[in-house]
């Protein structure tokens, strides 16, 4: 398989030192855990897990209720109410397609969407269960914030109650953490503040009955990536002391900066540090996957994958799937999700994914776009497209890909997604052109710029030996 430089260079080797002097700091930074500060309370009530994204769906606009009227005033002529987010919602919770009966599959993949908690996260079962999803994942907080409030008394008993009522389980449940969330940040205040919304995550998916919780591993912050592997372990470590059953969920990511987690090895890594492996797990983006270098888009380049996967980290770590297709191109390093079957993964990767047997059971979630332009140019959220997909998904469990049927539906779907394709791919060759103009040295002054970049580079391939730095 053809992996770019970064990929191919020796991985940092964490030495148990390193380890257990990081371990130390993270458990010394637990007396300085930053107190959360409160959401201001307003007129309108707000629940604990409404999200950045969500909350234009919760706020009315100032229209007014007949029954609000004063009564000594008279009526005027009805006139045509605007659209309402109260009106949105209620469309948004209409059901939009069936749940497929497991049994009914050729094989139990258990497929379905990351969807809306805003106004408790007892609604993302309804949501789920609305666009006929056997699986799903939510925010439990909001995810662009250090704000937040606990669950409400009741919302454990109401969640679990609609969990049996729809016919869920626990496992389906994939939370997703929050994006501001860092357990490899080196600073003493900020990791601190990292590691207490974690543990307040894992502290909600226990009062909820919820089994996993997936997460980003985070970034290096420039420092040696052994350092910020031992981090993270020790995090992972200390919070699941302070838990019961929670399975922490690692998920890979697509090379970009110094993002932790593109590379097969560094999820390894992480999980070699883990003291209570049956607490640690991985979660698979196909974009992700696709972006870092791991081809997914033929029989025999997926099975060279997942026994790359296997052998490195171990298939029995695999807890679940996001399933993405992607708007830029192979090994190019860009986290943009497409529609499936759209993007340069194109159909058959996820026929490959839905066909593989061993992943039967576990949660398949996507995360796929949403948003639609109306004819005033506005966008919003069309959640058909979900249930649709996962339709679609389901449709190639068993489906011969020699087929006409598969082959028809293969070339209808790249058709839909052949202008956006060509918009990122450009953009993706004017950067590595730019890039290439850049690396090539001018003069002098060039030159003496290349070795010292090249001395950087050799000075950071020694700190594999993983000792702590000052």
Known sequence: MVRQSARTAAQPKTTAEAAVKVEKKVVATKADKVEVKKRAVTKRKVDYNEDEDDKEENIEPNVKDEDEESPSKSKPAPKKRKTTASAKKADDSMPLAARTPLNTLKLAMKIGAHVSAAGGVQNSITNASNIGANAFALFLKPHRTWNYQPFSPDSPSIFSSLLKANSYTPEIILPH?????????????????????????????????????????????????????????AHLNAAHKATKSVITVLENMCGSGNIIGSNFSDLATIISLVDDKSRVGVCLDTCHAFAAGYDLRHPEAYAKTMTEFD???????????????????????????????????????????????????????????????????????????????????????????????????????QKKGAAERKRVQ?????????????????????????????????????????????
């Not at 929050?178 to 503040?193: F, G, H, V, W």
């Not at 191109?329 to 497409?338: I, V």
């Not at 040295?441 to 060039?446: L, N, Q, T, V």
Request: charged content about 30%; glycine content about 8%; proline content about 4%.
């Open 311 to 413: 052998e490195i980290v171990g298939l029995k770590y695999l807890k679940a799937f996001h399933l993405n297709d992607s708007k830029a191109p192979f090994s190019s390093h860009r986290d943009l999700h497409e529609n499936i079957g759209q993007g340069f993964l194109g159909l058959r990767a996820f026929h490959n994914v839905v066909n593989d047997e061993r992943l039967q059971n576990i949660p398949m979630v996507l995360e796929t776009p949403i948003e639609v332009k109306g004819p005033d140019g506005k966008k919003t959220e069309d959640k058909k497209i979900w249930a649709g997909e996962i339709k679609l998904l389901e449709s190639l469990i068993g489906m011969d890909p020699e087929s006409k049927e598969f082959k028809d539906l293969e070339v209808e779907l």
């Open 177 to 233: 953490a929050s994006y501001l969330i860092n357990l490899a940040q080196p600073d003493k205040t900020k990791s601190a503040q990292a590691y207490t919304s974690f543990l307040d995550d894992l502290q909600r998916c226990e009062s909820l009955g919820i089994t996993l919780y997936n997460f980003h591993p985070g970034s290096t912050g420039g420092l040696p990536i052994s350092e910020a592997c031992a981090r993270i372990a």
């Open 426 to 470: 450009e953009q993706v060759d004017k950067k590595a052109e730019k890039d290439t103009k850049k690396a090539a040295p001018k003069g002098k002054r060039g030159t003496a710029a290349a070795k010292k970049k090249k001395k950087v580079e050799e000075e950071e391939a020694c700190d594999s030996c993983g000792e702590q730095s000052d």
